[in-house]
């Protein structure tokens, strides 16, 4: 095959052409994280919150929320209505999200709550000390010059 004919027809579509593709089925376009639960976390006071954007689901079928080891997990799942579809950019199936806790992050003091399709988790914390504390300095001498 000629250097024309091989540009002219490739045999593998170039990878930026299998992203927009991928992307037109409702997949990652290749810009920014893979699909799946965006979320905002700050201290506030004395608890951490996370926010998860979750809009379209019922939080009693379709959220799970638990805590193991210091991390928060989120599983969502949409789940797609009945109704016959021309087309459809939504997206179907299992959502999952972890978020690291803080230190002193009390797990047995942890709410939940669903508003506008936005998912609320805060997570009570117990007070971290802040001061610095200083450390002393041993001064050795070596016995031989020239050693640090």
Known sequence: MSTDAARKYPVFPPFTEWVDAFAL???WD????????RVEELVHDDEFIVHAELPGLDPE???D???EHGTLTIHAERHPDKREKQRSEFRYGAL?????LPQGA????I??????????VRVGLDPVPTKARHI????RSSARRGRR
């Open 61 to 63: 079928r379709d959220i």
């Open 25 to 27: 089925l409702g997949g």
């Open 65 to 67: 929320v638990t805590v």
């Open 30 to 37: 290749g810009r920014g994280p893979l699909p799946g639960i």
């Open 136 to 139: 002393p300095i041993e001064h």
């Open 96 to 100: 999952a999200r972890a978020v690291r």
């Open 106 to 109: 009390k797990d047995d003091d």
């Open 111 to 120: 709410t939940a709550a669903y508003e506008d399709g936005v998912l609320t």
